[in-house]
């Protein structure tokens, strides 16, 4: 008789790193603090050198294969599925920028410039990255859209090639190591006097974004089932297997069959719901944006920058575009999103590995809002197609 494997989940481990950190920070010598935090210096520099490739293999990947299917619908299924996304993100702009400054506190902000300086690795490793941020950007969009304009497939199976290749590198290389990554920088922060600070702002901010993420649902299943006229509650309660679902896994594509199930609940028809369920599980991300959108403006505030809506306006715009076929992994998102963060925000290294911390910590709550508010989408194009699909038959009738 075979056992079942136990198998620890990724959130489980990154908080055991958190807690391993604190302890090794607060209680265990600077010299071994600091082979901790060497690993992280190295794990960091191969991060930086990571991301424009992480961008080209996946903005590219993603832009090319948006290029094809079914023309108009498509084009009006990613449209909507990147308003919901661009709303999600000013939302969360808003609910920050009004909460936030109660959070974190000028004492907050203080405690993190007063903090005492890093410790240093003991030795660091230079990778420079091939690209700028920027540069990897648009050689991205250049490149999806050539492709998609051209209709190649040999080229087309270069860039899913290539982005198979990144995230291998993110599921076998990245993800295992985080962990430890997170020891150091944990360890770090408790040595410095930080963490203390850092959670006493972030705990309350997840109740934010936990909350911002749950209006948003009501919010686009009000939209999806005034357009569609269905019922509201019921189609929520129908949603209820799939929110439970992306809870549990933290990943849009294993919760697709639970999903396209929930969709024949709200009586979606099959053609409709086979084609947008799928599709939006990469291109609608408004959970990771309120996530990322929030917990970018607290990071930004401990640290005394400014926060401003002409400079996060471009960050939520990029922000959307740059998540689109994000891999299929825990934390694929933030991964996807540390070039906006770096090229927009101004994120320095530190920074950008608390993000991932704080974003993976709770990855299942933005997963699971972001497969709910595929339903609304699909509600939405569901009726389009109706509509469309009755203009053509009253069409054809008369001129029959």
């Not at 497939?153 to 290749?165: G, H, S, V």
């Not at 410095?192 to 600070?197: I, K, M, S």
């Not at 997840?206 to 019921?234: E, P």
């Given at each position: ?316 715009a990029m922000l959307g575009v740059s998540i689109v076929a994000a891999p299929g992994v825990p934390g694929g998102a933030i991964m996807a999103s ?19 911390a704080l974003y993976i910590a709770q990855d299942s709550f933005g997963t699971a809002c972001n497969v709910s508010g595929d339903q609304a989408v ?23």
């Amino acid at each position: 008789m075979s056992s079942k494997k136990f198998k620890l989940g990724l959130i489980p481990k990154i908080v055991i790193g958190i807690i391993i950190g604190v302890i090794i920070g607060s209680f265990c010598p600077v010299w071994f603090t600091r082979i901790f935090v060497t690993f992280s210096s190295i794990f960091g520099n191969f991060l930086g050198f990571v991301i424009p490739l992480l961008i080209v293999g996946f903005v590219t990947a993603g832009i090319a294969e948006l290029g094809t299917g079914a023309g108009k619908l498509l084009g009006i299924t990613v449209g909507i599925a990147y308003g919901f996304t661009l709303i999600s993100g000013f939302f969360a702009y808003g609910v920050g920028k009004t909460l936030l400054p109660s959070i974190v506190t000028a004492d907050s902000a203080r405690n993190i410039a007063s903090a005492a300086k890093d410790l240093k690795p003991f030795f660091t490793i230079d990778m420079p990255p091939i690209m700028g941020v920027m540069t990897a950007l648009i050689l991205a969009f250049l490149l999806g859209l050539g492709i998609a304009a051209i209709d190649s497939d040999p080229l087309r199976k270069i860039a899913e090639d290539f982005q198979a290749i990144i995230t291998k590198v993110i599921e076998n290389v990245i993800i295992p190591l985080l962990p430890i990554h997170i020891i150091g920088i944990f360890g770090n922060m408790t040595y410095t006097g930080q963490v203390a600070t850092v959670f006493s702002v972030f705990w309350k901010a997840f109740i934010i974004i936990i909350c911002c993420h749950l209006i948003i649902i009501l919010f686009q299943f009000a939209i999806g089932c005034s357009v569609s006229k269905k019922n509201l509650f019921s189609c929520l309660k129908s949603q209820i297997p799939g929110y439970l679902t992306a809870l549990g896994t933290q990943s849009s594509a294993a919760t697709i069959p639970v999903n396209l199930k929930c969709s024949e609940s709200m009586g979606i028809s099959k053609g409709i719901r086979e084609f947008v369920i799928p599709l939006c599980a990469t291109t609608h991300m408004s959970g990771s944006t309120i996530t990322i959108t929030t917990c970018a403006m607290a990071v930004m505030m401990l640290n005394s920058m400014p926060v401003t809506l002409s400079t996060f306006a471009g960050f939520i715009a990029m922000l959307g575009v740059s998540i689109v076929a994000a891999p299929g992994v825990p934390g694929g998102a933030i991964m996807a999103s540390l070039g906006v963060l770096e090229s927009i925000l101004g994120f320095s290294k530190p920074m950008l590995s608390l993000m991932i911390a704080l974003y993976i910590a709770q990855d299942s709550f933005g997963t699971a809002c972001n497969v709910s508010g595929d339903q609304a989408v699909a509600m939405i194009v569901d009726t389009i197609q109706e509509k469309s699909s009755t203009k053509v038959d009253k069409k054809t009738t008369a001129k029959a």
